[in-house]
Nanobody
Framework: QVQLVESGGGSVQAGGSLTLSCVAS????????MGWFRQAPGKEREGVAG????????YYADSVKGRFTISRDNAENTVYLQMNSLKPEDTAMYYC??????????????????WGQGTQVTVSS
């Protein structure tokens, strides 16, 4: 069983930056695809960014391309989401996810087996 713990959320003004971190509980992190999702009040959870097990491939939602960067440090069992030029519409609970077999599109929840509890990001105008 893999446990994921997110941190780094907070409140910022539009145009600001935040870096989210997600620490996995076991060293098998390197064999898993990872992703960041978010859910705003009254909306469905959506994929924000994904990264392959070897960091060879990264994926982004159109709404965050050019502003967000996903990366991973397998030695530290950690995946990051660098968020720049934040907008009020980025306000949401952000969740880290890890998949073992990683079947399916990167932005589908069914691809992932494990989920963190979430960290809140609030962007004010």
């Amino acid at each position: 069983q893999v446990q994921l713990v997110e941190s780094g959320g907070g409140s910022v003004q539009a145009g600001g930056s935040l870096t989210l971190s997600c620490v996995a509980s076991e060293s098998a992190n390197s064999k898993k695809c990872m992703g960041w999702f978010r859910q705003a009040p009254g909306k469905e959870r959506e994929g924000v960014a994904g990264i392959s097990s070897g960091s060879f491939s990264t994926y982004y939602a159109d709404s965050v391309k050019g502003r967000f960067t996903i990366s991973r440090d397998n030695a530290e069992n950690t995946v990051y989401l660098q968020m720049n030029s934040l907008k009020p519409e980025d306000t949401a609970m952000y969740y880290c996810a890890a998949g073992q077999s990683c079947w399916g599109p990167w932005n589908k929840e069914s691809r992932y087996n494990y989920w963190g509890q979430g960290t809140q990001v609030t962007v004010s105008s």
